[in-house]
T-cell receptor
């Protein structure tokens, strides 16, 4: 059972560079989410998707874009990285139907922008 | 989204029960109560969730007050591995996307 897999696990970017983080889940979950977590703080929702081809903004969407072309994949992109985007990024997925189970989280991507 | 209030930190002794409280006085009838925990340097991990009735699973128990304005996560015998930040979150089952909005959580330390 792979669950939620995030790639890469670590990345260092220079200011202004672009990159994409990939999230893949094998549980047939309808919903997928991207969070960021800064040191000593809780998680903040960046963007989320309720199904293939649909995305929506969360609490802190500025500077990020997302894409969900396939049900099992959710991509997070940074067009022009800034030091303020240094953080740990977590992907999560869940069933649409409440009551079946909770979210499943990936192990995170640690991104440093210098 | 309805808010939750948790103590910033709690301490427990190994092999003793732990009761982690959560207040959610503005909870709506469609909100599920979710608990997650985050061990150091790891992603959050689902613990348990419920709507009205008390719930049990292999990890913990969830006790929900009759008026649903508060709940308690119960770890029956704390181990050192249970040291983590515990988040109590409300999830609206009719809110498209079923978003989980995290607060600061309770940092639980377990003493040997």
């Amino acid at each position: 059972n792979a669950g939620v897999t995030q790639t890469p696990k670590f990345r260092v970017l220079k200011t202004g560079q672009s990159m994409t983080l990939l999230c893949a889940q094998d549980m047939n979950h309808e919903y997928m989410y991207w969070y960021r977590q800064d040191p000593g703080m809780g998680l903040r929702l960046i963007h989320y998707s309720v199904g293939e081809g649909t995305t929506a903004k969360g609490e802190v969407p500025d500077g990020y874009y997302v894409s969900r072309l396939k049900k099992q994949n959710f991509l997070l992109g940074l067009e022009s990285a800034a030091p303020s985007q240094t953080s740990v990024y977590f992907c999560a997925s869940s069933y649409r139907q409440e009551g079946r189970s909770g979210y499943t989280f990936g192990s995170g991507t640690r991104l440093t922008v210098v | 989204d309805a808010k939750t209030t948790q103590p910033n930190s709690m301490e427990s002794n190994e092999e003793e029960p732990v009761h982690l409280p959560c207040n959610h006085s503005t909870i709506s009838g469609t909100d599920y109560i979710h608990w997650y925990r985050q061990l150091p340097s790891q992603g959050p991990e689902y613990v348990i969730h419920g709507l009205t009735s008390n719930v049990n699973n292999r990890m913990a128990s969830l006790a929900i007050a009759e008026d649903r304005k508060s709940s308690t996560l119960i770890l029956h015998r704390a181990t050192l591995r249970d040291a983590a930040v515990y988040y109590c979150i409300l999830r609206d089952r009719y809110n498209q996307g079923g978003k989980l909005i995290f607060g600061q959580g309770t940092e639980l330390s377990v003493k040997p």
